[in-house]
């Protein structure tokens, strides 16, 4: 992982600042930058290309379209407790990756989606691993992720990372995935 100097995006990229360059186990190069404002629109766009299971995964709800306030909590974050990652192929939006603290900065939630065509190249791995570094870099000592039961990639995935799954309390149709930083003997690699 490098960090891209805010002088000097990729060319064809849509990182101006605060961009960072990940590499997947598969060899496919992307960048991410934290969300600001100006990305409602762009994100809009991405969330409408999810397929309907893809949305219902990231927001545990089927909606066929996201709203202006939801594009609103997730573009107008504090950057501290909340930021929510964007990933670009060049100046295309590939996914979101957002981390949620609770205000004692102990634990956080994680949620990512990513568009159909570019699944299956390490893009979730490599973003759940970010977020986690992430996490860990603000003294965040658990991470957690809230799937639905049949999101069987995600939760495949989160488990391959160290995650324990255990039945989400009061909804049988929902799985907790809980995971400790700072373990010194795990390594969060992408």
């Known amino acids: 992982m ?19 360059a990940l590499a997947t186990w598969t060899g496919f190069a992307f ?10 629109g762009r994100l809009a766009d991405f969330l409408a290309r999810l397929t309907p ?15 202006h306030d939801l594009l609103e909590r997730l573009t107008r974050v504090d950057h501290d407790r909340t930021v929510d990652f964007l ?12 981390l949620a603290a609770d205000p004692a900065m102990e634990r956080a939630e994680v ?9 299956h190249r390490g893009v979730g791995w490599t973003l ?16 957690e992720s809230v799937e639905c039961r049949d ?24 799985v ?3 995971r400790k930083l700072g373990d010194p003997n795990i390594e969060l690699t992408s």
């Open 176 to 178: 907790l995935l809980t």
């Open 31 to 40: 960048e991410v930058r934290p969300a600001t404002p100006d990305d409602e």
């Open 87 to 98: 990933a670009f192929d060049g100046d295309v939006l590939i996914a979101s990756a957002m």
């Open 128 to 143: 759940l691993a970010h977020l986690a570094r992430f996490a860990e870099s603000k003294g965040i000592g658990l991470i």
């Open 53 to 67: 299971d893809d949305r219902r995964f990231r927001f545990l709800s089927g909606m066929p379209k996201v709203g």
């Open 151 to 174: 999101n069987f990639e995600a939760i495949g995935v989160e488990k391959d990372m160290g995650f324990s799954a255990t039945s989400y309390p009061g909804d049988p149709t929902l």
């Open 2 to 20: 490098s960090t891209i100097p805010a002088a000097a995006p990729a060319q064809g990229s849509d990182c101006i600042t605060d961009c960072t």
């Open 111 to 119: 949620a990512i989606a990513i568009l159909p065509e570019y699944k």
